[in-house]
């Protein structure tokens, strides 16, 4: 797009998109971000002064891995790190939170860096309602290019990179959950298209036994574990496959779970 | 996972999805590797000497950029680069492609980089079938941290980042393609998943112009063309504010759409 695009806040800075490990309260070893983050992203990361992150303590500790590779332009301590409002438990809150005064710092014209606690911003990831708010103020947004477990999932599963669907978390009541994997199941048979969701580590092992007592035997199910890291696994197979390798899932490592019925 | 992972074969190589630029064909300047590759990415690029590829030129003048930064391990002529069957035009072909030669080198010991022509291979692009081939004979699978259009774009849109579809391209046709909005949307509106969609550059205006004669004032529709690149423009708003910025939409750019109803 090209011409007549308003430009409401001119004057405006860029909401940049950082991207963040894949590693966080993993076991050592832990990758070097040089693995994972471009020079010229971790060179953004280092030069930004405004922040608006999913959890201060946890964006402090990127920003001193970021620091070691390149300095950061002011000290850490000096550093504006706002938090995104954490989501309501149990539910929706009575009213959404106005995250106006967020996008103080980009509209008084300076650059903001949106950073979640792992991974992409906004993608299976809290911050997609500032992203939203910031296009209807007109500021333009800068995604950088750094590690998804979602994306890198989806590449090395192998299932159906021509169309698929995240789906984000399944209910965590047992017959809800079966109740769920069956509609995508059948979704999936009908349409073709793969069926992706994340799982908290520690129910890793009770969403794997459930597609797998679940689903049909022909049915193929991947899983990708602990990507980027020296942990990482990823194996698509079908459900009898799976069944035949007794497989123990860890449930402390982050995964992402896919299925392709045909 | 981590116990009774059948091993078929033991001394087989790596299959490494190596990520690519995004500026294929694109217009100068381009952005340098450094900017949307990892150093680390890069040194397993040079250090490759077997690769399957969906085109040997674009693969040979990638590699080349790699080699500006890291010397590649062997001389670019001596590397073994194959290219994947190209898909059949009109439809499919009477059998599928027998991929299995491709997986020589690997069951032969050594690595092999996949590489499409831009972005993430497997992701929107061909190779999804030799991972899967991979995974069918035990051969590990590595994603690569990299560049990918639809990521990018799905987290810069903030349409909805917590359940999403990619659904590839749209029939060419008019009405066809209209139809087929009206039923994405529809499906949007009651699942509240974002509905993402590809075209081929020349065909962008065409589908811009779909969208918004298509879709109900109140849709939001998310437009990201020349990701990565200096060419970059992300911009979402809804039917009625895009009618409002008489927009020309480049037909040159490669782009990436998202519509979510509500």
Partial sequence: MSAGVRSAAPAAGTLYLVPSTLDLDLPEPRAPLANVLPTGVLQRAASLNHWVVENAKSARAFLKRVHEVVPLAQPLQLLDIVELPRPVKGGQPSRPHDLTPLLGPLLAGHDVGLLSEAGMPAVADPGAALVALAHARDVVVRPLVGPSSLLLAIAAAGLNGQSFAFVGYLPVEAA???????????????????????????????????????????????????????????????????????????????????????
Same sequence: chains 1, 2.
């Fill in 176 to 262: 809800k959950r079966s109740a769920r994997l069956r509609e995508l199941e059948a979704l999936s048979r009908r349409t073709g298209q793969a069926q992706w969701m994340i799982e908290t580590p520690y129910r890793n092992p009770a969403l794997f036994d459930s597609l797998l007592d679940t689903l049909a035997l022909t049915t193929r199910v991947a899983i990708a574990c602990g990507l980027t890291t020296p942990h990482e696994r990823v194996h698509t197979d079908t459900v009898a496959g799976w069944r035949g390798r007794r497989v123990t899932i860890d449930n402390r490592l982050p995964a992402v779970f896919g299925l392709l019925a045909t």
